[in-house]
């Protein structure tokens, strides 16, 4: 019986590397059409790094699909997620500013619009974010993706993490089996050496 092999994720350093070079981009911007385009890659990049969604996900949510009511208890409304399921993702403290910025005046849409009334098309996505994790210098390969699924991986495991708890975990990711989300109880080598070293 063949063994899966563990999801790969982006440390913390790598993450905020990754964060710091969406940002540099961002800064360096030249015209409005760019700025808004790097801005909306930050933005994406840190909602999946915080709420763990699914890339396709993330592109089809609406503004009316966020529930900010309660600045205590913020949710975005998962419609339709994979196996046509609905589910509901906290938006933690560090996320609602951004989306809140992000979103300004807008009363209804989608979050991150593409042309016209169309959603963003996640391969728009999926190609800035190897470009940025180069500029991090992140080293990706066929081996190494970077990639939108690596952020959900990322979230999974730093939640699991903090909170031990696969359960909720499994609520997050939106997976029918708690099997699944299992793949995500694994260690890495910084814990690994945290141990030894304790020795």
């Known amino acids: 019986m063949s063994r899966r092999s563990l999801p790969k ?3 913390p350093l790598q993450i905020e590397a990754i964060v710091a070079a969406a ?17 909306r890659d930050l ?6 790094r915080y709420a ?3 890339i396709s996900e993330l592109c089809h949510v609406r503004i009316e699909d966020l529930d900010l009511s309660d600045p205590n208890d913020p949710e975005i409304q998962v419609k339709h997620g994979k196996g046509d399921k609905d589910r509901n993702v906290p938006i933690g403290s560090k996320l609602l500013p951004i989306l809140i910025e992000w979103i300004g005046e807008r009363k209804a849409g989608l979050v991150f619009p593409g042309r016209g009334e169309r959603p ?13 994790a180069r500029a991090a ?17 990322t979230f999974a495991t730093s939640y699991l993490k903090a909170n031990k708890n696969l359960r909720e975990v499994q609520e997050l990711l939106g997976h029918s ?20 070293d304790r020795l």
């Open 9 to 11: 994720y982006f440390k």
């Open 52 to 54: 763990g969604l699914r």
């Open 120 to 132: 963003l098309c996640s391969r728009t996505f999926q190609r800035r974010l190897p470009a940025l």
């Open 43 to 48: 933005v994406m990049l840190q909602t999946l």
């Open 177 to 196: 089996s708690l099997q699944t989300t299992a793949i995500y109880l694994h260690t890495d080598q910084e814990e690994l050496k945290r141990g030894v």
């Open 137 to 153: 210098g992140f080293v990706v390969s066929k081996e190494n993706k970077a990639n939108p699924h690596r952020l959900r991986h």
């Open 23 to 39: 940002q540099a981009a961002l800064d360096r911007a030249s015209t409005k059409v760019k700025r808004r385009a790097a801005w």
